[in-house]
């Protein structure tokens, strides 16, 4: 399989001089095409920093992150913004869904973005409601749903651009068991089906050992790892 | 995000916080509707000037005056050499130097006048009809094109056989007409003094009713032919070099002449010791105080524009600062800088517009009642004036000045939103 992401010698710091933290100490990491990854680690670990390199919503202070051998931190900020918009998709911990606004036109914030037809935008939502079996809300108020629909309304967002991989930060972190493994099904199997890369940052071990592989973060470095691409 | 989606987003945020959007648009409003109000105003007097100028047409006449020099021997000035050729001005101030027949000769033979008409200094004693008391008079003399508006009836023919004039419309029931169409026709006897003091009496035959204008007044029109019979007379036995002064002669010119030819006319006149002025230039000094006014009067307003963009800046920061989570999940999602500044430039756009479109809305309604009540009471006397004037084109660049302000107070907030790091924002409680 294709190196999907390839971070090498990734360091992070945070201000300057003597007050400045370094989050990340110079970190290696290559992420499959297809691959189910969960990042874990303390709060203050830089796992989620590892991740927003990754997901190119920050820059790296040295090193490269590559997608699909392309140098990120070579191309500007518009193309930088392409990319995240047409391959990333996002499931955070606090669903950040617009309460006043219907299901539908939450899901579709990434197509608008794109600048698609209403039409054609509406189109896609309804399928990817369909795909997390909430598409009989999509006129709803996003507010009127429980945790667990929206959570699902997050994935059906993540997934209407069609993205070549998913991040999710803690996306059951504010969901009780039950309701979670659903989530995380539904997950997984965007990435059997349909062959998602799924990158995970939890503190959640639950999560950690259904997927392929673990990288455990301290200390802005790799701990260890376990289990494997291969 | 394309334009459209943008543009929508931005009017469905304002409509989310109601109260607020409601606010900020009631500063632009008040703001807005200043402006309005002060530029119709002026708008209103300069239309109704230029439809003065319009009315009373004659747009090929200068009106031509004896140009005089210095303020005359009484003035603080150096003493001037006496130059026989030149007039100079008169200290008795109840006299001004006039114009000989061969001052007229020499207008008429400048290139570019077509004609030259001189204007009698006939101060009638007195006005009546047939059992009516005499009243005070001033009269205008008609001029070869001078459209002068009228209530009913016709213009005088200028240089036709008969006696002819137009009445002012306060004379018609002072003179015993039953109304405007009654005096049609009727007659008029005018009383001057002669030579010797003595006083003759002239007949007119009232040809049409005059509407008050600015420029005409009270003042009633006689043809030619009547006012050179009356001056004939009323200097009878005067020696011809003191007959022949005219106060003022009115000079007719070629009307395809360029802006740069009249220029050049007047100043070939004045070269020649006269002062040349259309209408319309004489009407300036009228424009100029209108426009002073109206300047004044929009300083103002734009103080109020200016304090309601403050109440913009305000508003859309505190809508940045409730949506922070928003911009940082849309930017995150790969929404680019230039578009989330736009999204909120807009909505302050959006803001701007509907502050001015309200705006012109009740500019119009207060307007058209301000006018109806000037015109019945303070302004009662200028027949044809509405105070206020909201002419699309001119109304124009107020909505589109009122849309730049906002914007340019969006800037700020819009700035910040656009540079919001979305991982900040993502976090932001």
Known sequence: MATLIEAKQLVKTYGKGEGSFTALKGLDIAIEEGEVVAVIGKSGSGKSTLMHLLALLDSPTSGSVSIGGINASKLNRKKVNKIRNDEFGFVFQQFFLNGDESVLSNVVLPLKIAGLSPRARKKRGLEVLRAVELEDKAQNKASDLSGGQKQRVCIARALINNPRVIFADEPTGNLDSVTGKKVEDILFTLNKEQGITLIFVTHDEDLAKRCQRRIYIKDGQIMKQSGSSK | MNYRDIVRTANANLRKSKLRTFLTISAVFMGALTLMLTTGVGAGLKTYVDEQVNAVGAKDALIVTVKTEGGGPISNDNPKEYDPNKKQA????????????????????????????????????????????????????????????????????????????????????????????????????????????????????????????????????????????????????????????????????????????????????????????????????????????????????????????????????????????????????????????????????????????????????????????????????????????????????????????????????????????????????
């Open chain 2, 90 to 429: 008169i200290a008795d101030f109840t006299r001004q130097p006039t114009l000989s027949k061969a001052d007229l000769d020499k207008i008429a033979s400048t290139q570019g006048v077509l004609s030259v008409q001189p204007f009698y200094s006939i101060t009638p004693e007195y006005i009546t009809s047939s059992g009516q008391r005499k009243y005070q008079v001033t009269i205008g003399q008609a001029v070869e094109g001078l459209n002068q508006p009228l209530k009913s009836g016709r213009l005088v023919k200028v240089n036709g056989e008969k006696y002819e004039v137009t009445l002012p419309p306060a004379f018609v029931s002072k003179l015993g007409f039953a109304n405007d169409q009654a005096a049609v026709g009727k007659t008029v006897t005018m009383g001057f003094k002669d030579a010797t003091g003595t006083i003759f009496t002239q007949e007119a035959t009232v040809v049409g009713v005059q509407e008050k204008t600015l420029i005409m007044g009270n003042a009633l029109n006689v043809n030619n032919t009547f006012a050179k019979a009356a001056y004939d007379r009323a200097t009878l036995g005067v020696p011809d070099f003191q007959k022949d002064q005219y106060g003022l002669a009115v000079a007719k010119f070629d009307t395809n002449l360029s802006d740069q030819q009249l220029k050049d006319l007047k100043k070939t006149l004045a070269d020649k010791g006269y002062d040349a002025k259309t209408l319309d230039d004489q009407l300036g000094i009228i424009r100029q105080v209108i426009d002073a006014i109206t300047t004044f009067l929009n300083i103002f307003a734009v103080i109020a524009l200016a304090a309601a963009s403050f109440g913009i800046v305000n508003t859309l920061f505190m809508s940045v600062q409730e949506r922070t989570r928003e911009i940082g999940l849309m930017k995150a999602l790969g929404m680019g800088r230039g578009k989330i500044f736009m999204l909120f430039s807009i909505e302050a756009v959006l803001i701007g517009l509907w502050g001015a479109i309200i705006a012109l809305g009740a500019a119009n309604i207060l307007g058209r009642i301000g006018s109806n009540i000037a015109s019945k009471t303070l302004l009662k006397d200028f027949e044809g004036l509405h105070l206020f004037a909201f002419p699309f084109l001119s109304m124009l660049p107020i909505i589109i000045l009122i849309m730049v302000i906002a914007f340019l107070a969006a800037t700020l907030p819009a700035r910040r939103a656009a540079k919001l790091d979305p991982i900040d924002a993502l976090r932001y409680e």
